[in-house]
């Protein structure tokens, strides 16, 4: 059964806060992890160990890598599609638009239990749409969308903080870390 959401993001909060605090070293690594192209995925990667319930320490660093890698992969081929038919539709003001939000809210709605799937199944179950689905069905459809914007308001704060110039950007790199394992732990619960 799926925590409420309230709950969820208070045991995703104690998760991160548990899993950083007093480890500074740690801390800092990720931070390099998370901010620089191509490294950063043995920071995705570290961080999808999370949804297999591990601890994301930094053991194994080749398979961070590769996880990845390839949930950058999945990712493209989700949003391939939606992107080159939000250019399409982008030439009709308002219709196009709301067309083009409503793609990529649903591709981005499947993603997320795809990635999900990967870390527990392996890459083929990142694909299989119909379990995704189900899986967000099974949850409640506006139940699954409430969470996910929760979620997305996570990373609000970092936007938010990128708008104070210098100062603001150098706070984003550092809670960074933080509420990506906030985040991933959040998803974990949701979809377990």
């Known amino acids: 059964m799926t ?16 899993t950083l605090f007093g480890k500074w070293v740690d ?4 931070i390099v992890l998370t901010i620089i192209p191509v490294v950063n995925f043995i920071g995705i990667g570290r961080y999808l160990k999370i949804f297999r319930g591990e601890d994301p320490s930094m053991d194994d660093i080749g398979k961070c890598f590769m996880d990845g890698l390839f ?14 038919v939000a250019v399409i539709f982008a030439i009709i003001p308002i219709i196009g ?8 809210v649903a591709a981005a709605a499947l993603l ?8 527990n199944k392996g890459f083929g179950a990142a694909f299989a749409i119909k379990e995704s689905i189900a899986e967000i069905k099974q949850m409640g459809v506006g139940a699954y969308l409430i969470s996910i914007v929760v979620f997305m308001l996570l990373f609000l704060v970092i936007a938010l903080l990128n708008i104070i110039p210098v100062i603001g950007t150098i706070l984003g790199f550092i ?3 933080f509420l990506l394992i906030m985040g991933f732990k959040y998803i974990a619960n949701l979809l377990a």
């Open 71 to 84: 949930v950058f992969v999945i990712g493209f081929i989700y949003l391939i599609i939606p992107m080159i």
């Open 175 to 177: 809670v960074m870390p």
């Open 3 to 18: 925590l409420p959401i309230a709950e969820n993001v208070k045991q995703s909060f104690e998760y991160a806060k548990g």
């Open 97 to 104: 638009w709301i067309i083009d939000l409503v793609i990529m």
């Open 27 to 30: 801390w800092l690594i990720l």
């Open 112 to 119: 997320i239990p795809a990635v999900y799937n990967f870390a």
